[in-house]
């Protein structure tokens, strides 16, 4: 069928699957996923607003690497003697550090493997690798030191206003998707240094704002959210007549006998048999 006639005949397709783009604005890939209408119209608006990239902002760029899990004792240590040492689940689109799973490394590691890696306050924290999303940046609080992971870099911009706005950015859709365009790989994407340096950059102080009105507001709903189930639970018990025991955690009441019938063929666990959860069915 002509090219012609099948978008005639077809105008309900979905235009981002089946388009055309001409040899003129082919570059290095060749991928449609590169030049989907759709990235390629949201970069052009991007490039409208701003000519800046990420590179303009970038004073140093490193990566890191994982010590062999083999070698704990050489490589790692605890929270009250060790370095963090942050991975991508430490990372969160709100741009904080999330450090209460945080794995440490030892001094040694962090002043020698690892040097070339290390982190401190101020720094912007990108992931690089990785399936979801494609780079989720946080910014290093205060006085903070540690290292990353090879699935990370760490850059090192003019101050902590820069990289707030670049973490911000780079977190919102916007953001996401002009790095994800520029990712390579099927099952473990990755945008090497070369594609991160490239990503367009709109730099407004705006966004810091847009960004905490958007969380304080998603903090709200949350916990409206959370009343109204609650209230809702409460109505539902009230309309059907139900009213819930108590829960007692005396020792007498945690002590109970049960007949083998009443466990044979299910859980023989003691807290799945408590009298409370009997009264409640």
């Known amino acids: 069928m002509p090219e012609s006639t099948f978008f005639r005949d077809y105008p309900d ?25 759709e990235i390629i119209e949201l970069e052009s ?19 890191g690497a994982t010590p062999s899990k083999k070698e704990t004792e050489k490589y790692y240590s605890d929270k009250e003697n060790g370095i963090p040492f942050i991975r991508v689940q430490n990372l969160t689109v709100s741009s904080k550090l999330k450090l209460d799973n945080c794995v440490y ?10 040097k070339r890696s290390q982190v401190f306050e101020n720094d912007l924290l990108v992931k690089i690798t990785g399936v979801g999303r494609m780079c989720v940046s946080s910014v290093a609080p205060k006085d903070f030191e540690g290292n990353i992971n090879q699935h990370l870099v760490v850059i090192k911009t003019k101050d902590k206003f820069t990289s707030d706005i670049l973490a911000a950015y780079l977190n919102s859709d916007i953001g996401e998707k002009l790095a994800s365009r520029r990712a390579t790989g099927g099952t473990r994407p990755a945008v090497d240094y070369k594609a991160l340096r490239s990503i367009p950059i709109i730099f407004k102080s705006e966004i810091l704002e847009i960004i905490k009105n958007a969380y304080k507001q998603k903090k709200e709903k949350l916990k ?27 020792l ?30």
């Open 105 to 114: 490394i030892n001094r040694f590691t962090h002043n020698g493997m690892l």
């Open 45 to 63: 608006k991007v490039k409208k607003i701003s000519q800046l990239k990420l590179r303009d902002f970038i004073l140093s760029i490193a990566g």
């Open 13 to 37: 397709f979905d235009k981002n699957r089946i388009f055309l783009i001409s040899r003129g604005i082919l570059e290095s890939r060749l991928d449609p996923f590169y030049y989907k209408p």
């Open 224 to 250: 409206q959210a959370k009343d109204l189930l609650n209230r809702i639970d409460k109505y539902l018990l009230n309309e059907l007549g139900v009213t819930l025991p108590e829960k007692d955690n005396s």
């Open 252 to 281: 007498q009441n945690r002590i109970f006998l049960t007949s083998v019938s009443n466990v044979s063929g299910g859980r023989l666990d003691p807290d799945y048999s408590q009298l409370y959860y009997l009264n409640c069915i």
